[in-house]
């Protein structure tokens, strides 16, 4: 076992690692296949998960939902290609090269997301009292680049007393972000600091007719228990 170990580090380091010129660097090193009773592991390197998020995007523009995932116990981000077109049982293959996409100081959660109605999954990740957005970007050489599109997400009270308030989610939660009212713009339902209730920040893109990467939303209390509710209004 000590031999084999060597030999693998001394084939690492005879291979140059290529750095990619551009912002996101990318790794080009050889694939090392690990053979268990004569038979190749399909993606022996992208498990051992923690905590894991899934979210679906389209890495390489092929028209196919592509998997990403990012593990909340390291902070890690995995790439998955999708390789079907028509199994429904489909086959994802690890390729760590697309994990360069995705900004490095992403922490406790990532959800991936389109606000912006582009067919491309924008990024809502934790920050320091809530939520900050990263805008997807497609660009000439079919990568993708993420752009902070906010530090810190804000919601506009309408309602009651009015005035910017942060939309408020824990390191330790994780909020909802959906078409939730299926009116064709995303809401995000959260838990409270204040009463630890449900809350729901609805966009208001559609009713305001505000430019998609206006996020314009309102809260709306949810009633119910302590930490769930089975209605919003």
Known sequence: MRIYTLLLAFFFSCHLIQLNSQTNTIFRVPKIPFIVNGAEIENPLGGNWGNPIFSQIDLNNDGLKDLYIFDRTNNRSLT????????????????????????????????????????????????SGGLKV????????????FVK????????????????????????????????????????????????KVSLYKSMVKEKNFPWIHLIINIKPCAGGNSACSTCH
């Open 80 to 127: 998955f290609i999708n390789k079907n077109t028509n199994n429904p049982k489909t086959n994802y293959s690890y390729q760590y090269k697309y994990e360069a996409y995705f900004p490095k100081d992403i922490t406790n959660f990532a959800l991936l997301r389109d606000y912006t109605g582009d067919s491309l999954k924008d990024i809502f990740a934790y920050t």
């Open 149 to 196: 599109a906010t530090d810190l997400l804000f919601a506009e009270n309408f309602e009651n007393w009015g005035g910017m308030v942060n939309i408020w989610v824990s390191y330790t939660d994780m909020p909802a972000i959906a078409d939730i009212d299926r009116d064709g713009d995303m809401d995000i339902m959260a838990i409270s600091l204040l009463d630890n």
């Open 134 to 145: 990263y805008k997807a970007i497609r660009k000439p050489d079919n990568t993708i680049e």
